[in-house]
């Protein structure tokens, strides 16, 4: 079993940064996918930015090249995501996700584990 726990989110005003977090534990060796998706109410899940550590590859959507960035700390078990320049767009939950080969673009429904969800508000 595998336990995801995001953290960092919070409000900020456009223009401002945040740094999510995402802490992984138990069996998490089979996994070669890492990364986070959001959802607004109403809507689809979106997938915002994947780390494919097989190859060190990432996947961003394009709504947000340029202004985030994932990374990796193997040594803490912890995937982040960098957000700058944030847009009131950008609000909603923000969800970590785990899985094995889920694909590119990545699928929401290929990702086999999910963190509970922490939320991002960006105000004009």
């Known amino acids: 079993q595998v336990q995801l726990v995001e953290s960092g989110g919070g409000s900020v005003q456009a223009g401002g940064s945040l740094r999510l977090a995402c802490a992984s534990s138990?069996?998490?060796?089979?996994?070669?996918?890492l990364g986070w998706f959001r959802q607004v109410a109403g809507k689809e899940r979106e997938g915002v930015a994947v780390?494919?550590?097989?190859?060190?590859?990432?996947y961003y959507a394009d709504s947000v090249k340029g202004r985030f960035t994932i990374s990796q700390d193997n040594a803490k078990n912890t995937v982040y995501l960098q957000m700058n320049s944030l847009k009131p767009e950008d609000t909603a939950m923000y969800y970590c996700?785990?899985?094995?080969?889920?694909?590119?673009?990545?699928?929401?429904?290929?990702?086999?584990?999910w963190g509970q969800g922490t939320q991002v508000t960006v105000s004009s």
């Open positions: 996700a785990a899985g094995r080969w889920v694909g590119y673009p990545p699928s929401q429904y290929s990702f086999d584990y």
């Open positions: 780390i494919y550590t097989a190859n060190g590859g990432a």
């Open positions: 138990g069996y998490t060796s089979s996994l070669n996918s």
